[in-house]
Nanobody, 116 residues
């Protein structure tokens, strides 16, 4: 059973920073790709940032480019999302996702609220 656990969410003022963590119960090297998604109230879940395992390719949503950075620490089996210059529109539940061939695994989500 693959388990992903997010942490690091919270309430922050606009312009502030947060770092989200996604800890895997097991080696994150077994995932073909990992990513962060978010879902705001009344909206669909959307990709925020994604990192492939093999070539280390990263992809970002246009709305977060230059502000968010995705990274991973294989030794700690943890993926991170550094979020800077936060805006109220970044408010959402943030989910960690791991892709292992045809299987997709999700964490339980962590709330990020940015006040204006």
């Amino acid at each position: 059973q693959v388990q992903l656990v997010e942490s690091g969410g919270g309430l922050v003022q606009a312009g502030g920073s947060l770092r989200l963590s996604c800890a895997a119960a097991g080696s994150i090297c077994s995932f073909n790709a990992m990513g962060w998604y978010r879902q705001a109230p009344g909206k669909q879940r959307e990709l925020v940032a994604r990192l492939t395992s093999g070539g280390g390719t990263t992809n970002y949503a246009d709305s977060v480019k230059g502000r968010f950075t995705i990274s991973r620490d294989n030794a700690k089996n943890t993926m991170y999302l550094q979020m800077n210059s936060l805006k109220p529109e970044d408010t959402a539940v943030y989910y960690c996702r791991g892709d292992k061939y045809a299987a997709i695994y999700w964490g339980q989500g962590t709330q990020v609220t940015v006040s204006s």
